[in-house]
């Protein structure tokens, strides 16, 4: 019998996108909060890792859809950086 994946299962794997007050964009869910924490962004394999997850999870598509321009700030979790499309 194959597993069964558990609503809480889905809810962590569950990204929303939001704007803050200063007008950036806020990508929060449990996994990619996590992976961000987990993540050495001074590591170029580590960093290869987040983008491939990233486009897995269609963050662009979300955050296109919302708005985002290049050169606009994304938050996850404690990380901030600037949208490149």
């Not at 019998?1 to 990204?15: A, N, Q």
């Not at 200063?22 to 990619?32: H, T």
């Not at 924490?37 to 580590?46: G, L, Y």
């Not at 290869?48 to 996850?76: C, N, P, S």
Request: glycine share 8%; no cysteine.
């Amino acid at each position: 019998s194959f597993p069964t994946r558990r609503s809480s299962d889905l809810d962590d794997e569950k990204v929303t996108v939001s704007r803050n007050d200063a007008g950036d964009f806020v990508v929060s869910g449990k996994a990619i909060e996590k992976l961000v924490a987990m993540t050495n962004f001074n590591n170029d394999e580590a960093v290869r890792r987040f983008q491939y997850i990233w486009r897995l999870k269609g963050l662009d598509e979300k955050l296109r859809a919302r708005g985002i321009k290049e050169g606009m700030t994304v938050h996850i979790g404690d990380m901030a950086f600037d949208y490149q499309d």
